[in-house]
């Protein structure tokens, strides 16, 4: 518990509190330092900034309140890259919460075109934070998706970035393409004409022992291709559908899902896409699943994925019927 230093009152019941507290003696002083005091000063109030808005969205609205998203924007067109990495680390610590009204007051100050132009810059751990902050922003709405998506090359950026040698870049640009992708069919499709594939695959997909940047990839193919018949059978024609049952097979439980879900969504549109699945043995590959994994959500995704080859596929009579029979029975 945090009590008001002016006034020393330790009775929470009393006591205004840690937001008040930040609100009328630390950010304004934090807020002025970012527009007067020089580029160090700079770098650590946007970091005090960004501890302060990622505990909750009171106060990231204690933030928003207090005028910080100018001064942020701001200096994200400062010439030192460690002052703009750190008000993008703070604008995403703002934006990150379950609650689109944050994200869309970052935007209307301008951050989306900021950052759009950071995730181009040299510094590869600006461009890290930059797609970091992209990504939180994309999340909450079609409108905003809608806004990074159509500014200027960012998707073919976020896309380039697929194929850089940092790990850590390419699964941030996964998970913000994916982030773009979900909304609809619309930006699901400006992602993949963006020359996504077949980058994710190969540089993402395939990275043997990279987990977390395989789960991303696993993760933007799902939100694609559960799109249209159109996207799913452009993520099995790049070889997707193949490098998704090889994952799956190799993935740990809980990293399963996403590739479940994807071979689900490009099963369930056609049968031509659901032989494809079963010639990738990706019928054994989830009955595998069903088997190993512990948690109640994946084995449901699994048999949902079992289930539409099932559909697609009626006449098999193979471990795919035999699996779903087993599960009408249960």
């Not at 759009?116 to 751990?125: F, H, K, V």
């Not at 694609?224 to 799956?248: E, H, P, T």
């Not at 190799?250 to 490009?266: E, N, R, S, W, Y």
């Not at 596929?313 to 019927?321: D, K, N």
Request: net charge neutral; with cysteine; hydrophobic share 40%.
């Amino acid at each position: 518990f945090f009590f008001q230093a002016e006034d020393g009152i330790r009775d929470p019941l009393w006591s205004r509190g840690l937001g008040d507290v930040y609100k009328r003696q630390v950010l304004p002083q934090l807020i002025d330092s970012l527009t007067h005091q020089n580029r160090f000063y700079k770098k650590a109030a946007a970091y005090v900034l960004k501890s302060v808005a990622k505990h909750s969205e009171h106060l990231a609205q204690c933030v928003i309140d207090a005028g910080a998203l100018d001064a942020l924007v701001t200096c994200l067109q400062e010439f030192d890259p460690n002052v703009k990495e750190g008000a993008a680390y703070a604008l995403a610590c703002i934006a990150k919460h379950n609650n689109p009204a944050l994200a869309e007051e970052v935007a209307k100050a301008g951050a989306i075109e900021q950052l759009a132009i950071c995730i181009n810059d040299p510094e590869t751990s600006l461009k890290k934070i930059a797609t970091m902050a992209l990504s939180e922003i994309a999340k909450h709405t079609p409108e905003l998706a809608d806004r990074i998506a159509n500014y200027s090359g960012t998707l073919r950026t976020l896309t380039g970035n697929l194929a850089d040698r940092d790990l850590e870049l390419r699964q941030h640009s996964c998970t913000c393409l994916a982030n773009i992708a979900k909304h609809n069919e619309g930006l699901a499709k400006s992602v993949a004409d963006a020359e996504l594939f077949p980058k994710i695959v190969d540089r993402c997909l395939k990275e043997e022992s990279k987990e977390m940047l395989q789960r991303q990839a696993a993760l933007c193919l799902k939100e694609i291709s559960g799109q249209s018949y159109a996207l799913a059978k452009n993520v099995s024609d790049v070889g997707g559908a193949s490098c998704v049952v090889d994952y799956l097979n190799k993935a740990p439980g809980p990293a399963k899902l996403h590739a479940i879900m994807t071979l689900g969504f490009i099963a369930g549109f056609d049968p031509d896409l659901a032989k494809t699945v079963v010639q990738c043995k990706g019928h054994i590959a989830l009955v595998g699943a069903l088997k190993e994994v512990k948690e109640d959500h994946i084995k449901a995704a699994a048999a949902w994925s079992l289930s539409l080859i099932h559909i697609s596929e009626p006449t098999r009579p193979e471990r795919i019927s035999y699996a779903v029979f087993c599960l009408k029975k249960k």
